[in-house]
T-cell receptor, first 111, second 112 residues
Framework: QKEVEQDPGPLSVPEGAIVSLNCTYS??????FMWYRQYSRKGPELLMY????GNKEDGRFTAQVDKSSKYISLFIRDSQPSDSATYLC???????????FGSGTQLTVLP | DTAVSQTPKYLVTQMGNDKSIKCEQN?????MYWYKQDSKKFLKIMFS???????INETVPNRFSPKSPDKAHLNLHINSLELGDSAVYFC???????????FGSGTRLTVV
């Protein structure tokens, strides 16, 4: 079983839709949970960072963590064409703060 | 001001050559990393340095050698380049107590 499984997509939605992106994980040592956004030919950019189960909201973005089910989600409300990118879930573990990434979900928001 | 900058952005080179990629961060972070992103966009850690000390050294060929002259710089030297080394290499930095990493914009290496 892979440490991290992420819905591969691609996902295509109309502008204004609510988008749900998901990852499951198997490693109980993961302590921190993140979502990164990566535009084409750019580096990943941190969107959301959390360490506890529950929801964390930042503008149109909500990160949800369920540690008991080993499941994290990112919700994007009122999606915009500028949200078109690859979204990567990431998990931090160990004193060296190593990140383990999902394989990414490519999202396209159509105007 | 670019927080994490890598040079060069693009590198095309022949098999067997030796090349270096440079990374600098102006965020004052203690820890720097090299990640490799393959053609399927999968990001995997290669190395990590904390205050010039190597703390993560994943299973990569010993043709890859990182060097950190000071905590703001982390370079990657690759000897005897092979076709399979073609990928995008990302430098990143982080600070204890602050969440997440800051990534550079990547170096796209193509070995022909």
């Amino acid at each position: 079983q892979k440490e991290v499984e992420q819905d591969p997509g691609p996902l295509s939605v109309p502008e204004g839709a609510i988008v749900s992106l998901n990852c499951t994980y198997s490693n109980s040592a993961f302590q921190y949970f993140m979502w990164y956004r990566q535009y084409s030919r750019k580096g990943p950019e941190l969107l959301m960072y959390t360490y506890s189960s529950g929801n964390k909201e930042d503008g149109r973005f909500t990160a949800q963590v369920d540690k008991s089910s080993k499941y994290i989600s990112l919700f994007i409300r009122d999606s915009q064409p500028s949200d078109s990118a690859t979204y990567l879930c990431a998990f931090e573990s160990g004193s060296a703060r190593q990140l383990t990434f999902g394989s990414g979900t490519q999202l396209t928001v159509l105007p | 001001d670019t927080a994490v900058s890598q040079t060069p952005k693009y590198l095309v080179t022949q098999m067997g050559n030796d090349k270096s990629i440079k990374c600098e961060q102006n965020l004052g972070h203690d820890t720097m990393y090299w990640y490799k992103q393959d053609s399927k966009k999968f990001l995997k850690i290669m190395f990590s340095y904390n205050n010039k000390e190597l703390i993560i050294n994943e299973t990569v060929p010993n043709r890859f050698s990182p060097k950190s002259p000071d905590k703001a710089h982390l370079n990657l030297h690759i000897n005897s380049l092979e076709l399979g080394d073609s990928a995008v290499y990302f430098c990143a930095s982080s600070q204890d107590g602050l969440g997440g990493y800051t990534f550079g914009s990547g170096t796209r290496l193509t070995v022909v």
